[in-house]
């Protein structure tokens, strides 16, 4: 018989879990709610919220509606979207998650501060057209810039100032990577201050995670493809353990991948919910 754990640390964040909890106390009251973008990037959470009654919608759509009620997830929102709500009579169940809020405001505050007489670069890292990352772009008026990788750097001029700010779920090694590029090469005429404004929620499971890929034999990784924290943890499994195995829902799971095993560890993105994990473990028991 398979010995099978599931992962204490993976699941739904805070953000995550306040927006879904959000969504929920407003489908109960029997009344239309919309949502700006899927609440989480789970098509099978997604799926169930939307048994309860939630509609997904997109920007477009979100701009031709009135006298309704629309719910911000967790990734935050630029100001345009409060604008057209404003102007639209549309009530807002803001979802936004508190780090990401915070996020918004340095940001904002960094774009109309007016800190020396140069010409003034806030740079983001994080993965161009990413929710979070869009709202964060709002915040500058489209000015700010996105890089998502080292080789991008290239985009910063080197002599002028740059204020760099990281979107909150990337790798704090890819962070830390780049303040050491931008230390090297920057002028000496030009100042750089960075701000290390990774969620360390979600920035510590990526040792935890590595921990406990190598305490089993086969791993799970139950995780949407659109999850940008699940192919980062993904990859954190994969690497520590061969026998990683990434799937979106039960019916995914192979027989094939357990031959030889005795332990089996199932864990998951921010944005895996409970539930799902738990049905994933209830197919493999009913394969042993």
């Known amino acids: 018989m398979y010995n099978i754990e599931i992962d204490k640390e993976s699941g ?69 979207t409060y604008r057209i709500a404003e102007e639209n009579n549309i009530e807002i169940i803001d979802a936004t998650c508190p780090v990401v809020l915070r996020l918004q405001k340095r940001i904002k505050q960094e774009y109309i501060s007016k800190i020396s007489d140069r010409e003034k ?11 979070e990352v869009l709202g964060l772009v709002g915040q500058t008026n489209g000015e700010a810039i996105v890089i998502e990788k080292i080789e991008e750097v290239d985009k910063i001029d080197m002599n002028k100032d740059v204020r760099l700010y990281s979107q909150t779920t990337k790798s704090l090694d890819g962070f830390r990577r780049i303040v050491s590029y931008i230390e090297q090469h920057i002028s ?45 943890l993904y990859h954190e499994c994969k690497d520590v353990n061969p026998r990683t195995y990434q799937v979106d829902k039960p019916e995914d799971i192979k027989k094939s991948w357990f031959a030889e095993t005795k332990s089996i560890g199932i864990c998951g993105a921010t944005s895996t919910p409970k539930w799902l994990m738990d049905k994933c473990r209830n197919v493999i028991l009913e394969m042993d």
């Open 121 to 131: 670069q806030i740079v983001i890292y994080g993965k161009n057209g990413h929710a």
């Open 12 to 80: 739904f964040c805070f953000g995550v879990t306040t927006a879904i909890k959000k969504a929920e106390e407003e489908l109960s009251k029997g009344t239309p709610l919309y949502c700006l973008g899927d609440i989480v990037h789970n098509d099978r959470e997604c799926e169930r919220l939307k048994d309860m009654g939630l509609i997904t919608i997109n920007h477009e759509e979100y701009s031709k509606l009135k006298n309704v009620k629309v719910l911000l997830r967790a990734h935050g929102e630029p100001p345009e």
């Open 188 to 232: 000496p005429e030009a100042t750089f201050q960075y701000f290390d404004t990774i969620c360390r929620q979600v920035a510590n499971r990526m040792p935890n995670i590595r921990k406990f890929a190598a305490s089993h034999d086969v791993i799970l990784f139950v995780c949407g493809p659109k999850s940008s924290n699940g192919k980062i």
